[in-house]
């Protein structure tokens, strides 16, 4: 606790994902990833300051309407109004408070507005499909949005991705980091879509959202809950030989 | 450790092709401030299998200040930063390149004390990618720093060189090799 202490950090260590948790990267069904994937098995690489540390977003860069998409423009979007809440904790079932999420999705009719999607649906001129927020000081966060439709793509033939809303979350560190993909409970899609069943089959339905009666509102929206959790710490924080005399 | 109250964690997912609708910052590239003195641009491409650019891939970095400070909370010296560095870059490649300007990090020591070498981290997203990959540029006109580093030291010698951000007319470049003869080298943090 000296003037050495100022130049080391007391290093937290983040526990590993354990095998079945992740899709693996060569994932043959999803085309894609044929020539996207690493061959070589990745090296280990002790977290050090660099990897327990990581942006702390949010503050200026979170305007008033960006957790509702259905206030963005002068005119209401097309499509069933729904509620997506949930929290961020972390592996030990704590809040994650004050973290940036970031959100992107189709409109009703399966379309982003985006100019690589090009398929015969409608652009919604009052849908953008961006959102962003921050969690709370109990991990919570909320978006008012549109239920997105299913869309297709060419990975083989009459593929149709179930709907989902895509998510990005920052947590309090360059190890949290998480870009997934929310779904819809009961999607008759799930069976053939190549990019939900890259998921361990165990680890699934941790991307299904779970319709919430509680958050359904009379005569305006439908309610989803949607949790995520984002990697623990080890119990035993990590103690350097500074901190030993 | 208790591991009966552990949550596991959610999966990851791709970002797909329309992930510039969601994860796009006018300000992304700017780690420090336009107009920083020490500043340089660090740009490369990311490449596939096939050696072709990835033009829907998007590059997340982070590291510390030149006096190896990090703009965040567990830093206690991260008040002492100046409040143009973010320390976080984000560049998509849609003009074949990704680029973040930037300073070059100090060194700050790994677990056990022992000093790494200037590096910054650098996270790679894309349709196709059902995970992201994480690397580490490190700067090839540091070749003391870099040849005490302890991580670098565990990179087998033919592949050192793919950690190695080179100098350029602007800064440095630093492709990453997704797959291939050239991979570069990926990290499991
Ligand atoms: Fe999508």
Redesign the pocket.
């Known amino acids: 606790m000296s003037a050495r202490h100022q130049r080391t950090l007391a290093l937290p260590a983040y526990r590993p994902d354990p095998d079945g948790t992740h899709p693996p990267l060569d994932s043959p069904d999803y085309r894609s990833t044929a020539l996207r994937h690493p061959l070589r098995q990745p090296l280990t690489l002790p977290q050090s300051a660099t990897e327990i540390t990581g942006p702390v977003l949010g503050e200026g860069r979170i305007g008033e309407r960006d957790n509702d998409l259905t206030v963005q423009h002068p005119g209401e979007p097309v499509g069933q109004r729904i509620v997506v809440h949930g929290r961020v904790l972390d592996g030990d079932g704590r809040a994650v408070p004050n973290s940036l999420v970031e959100i992107w ?2 409109n009703a009719g399966g379309r ?1 507005r985006h100019d690589a999607d090009v398929w015969p649906s409608p652009l919604d001129p009052n849908f953008d499909g961006a959102g962003r927020t921050l969690t709370d000081e109990h991990g919570r966060y909320e978006f008012t949005t549109i239920k997105p439709g299913a869309y297709p793509w060419k990975n083989h033939h009459n593929a149709w ?1 179930p709907a ?1 809303i ?1 998510f990005s979350l920052f947590g309090r560190s360059l190890t949290q980091r998480l870009v997934t ?1 929310m779904y819809f409970p009961d999607d008759p899609l799930f069976d053939q879509d190549p990019i939900f069943n890259s998921v361990p089959e165990a680890a699934r339905n941790r991307l299904v959202s779970r319709f919430d009666m509680n958050r359904t509102t009379d005569h305006w929206a439908l309610g989803f809950e949607f949790d995520i959790v984002l990697r623990g710490r080890e119990a035993t924080p990590f103690e350097d030989d500074d901190h030993d005399h | 450790m208790t591991t009966s109250s552990t949550l596991p964690s959610t999966p990851s997912q791709t970002v ?1 092709p ?1 992930l510039h609708i969601g994860l796009t910052w006018q300000d992304g590239p700017f780690v420090v401030p336009e107009g920083t003195p020490s500043a340089v641009w660090i740009r490369g491409r990311v490449i596939d299998g096939a050696g072709e650019p990835i033009t829907d891939a998007l590059v997340e970095t982070w590291q510390c200040d030149e006096h190896g400070r990090f703009a965040h909370p567990e830093d206690p010296r991260s008040a002492e930063i100046g409040s143009g560095f973010r320390g976080f870059g984000r560049s998509d490649t849609r003009s074949g390149d990704y680029g973040i300007l930037t300073v070059i990090p100090g060194r700050v020591p790994d677990r056990s004390g022992v000093l790494q070498a200037p590096h910054v981290d650098l996270s790679v997203f894309a349709r196709g990618m059902l995970h992201r990959v994480v690397t580490r540029a490190y700067f090839a006109d540091r070749p003391e720093a870099n040849a005490a580093d302890p991580v670098l030291s565990t990179v087998p010698d033919d592949r050192r060189q793919t950690l190695l951000a080179r100098p350029s007319t602007d800064g440095y470049t630093f492709d990453v090799h997704v797959q291939g003869e050239r991979e570069t080298v990926f990290f499991d943090v």
């Open positions: 999705q189709a982003y991705r989902h895509h993909q | 797909g329309y």
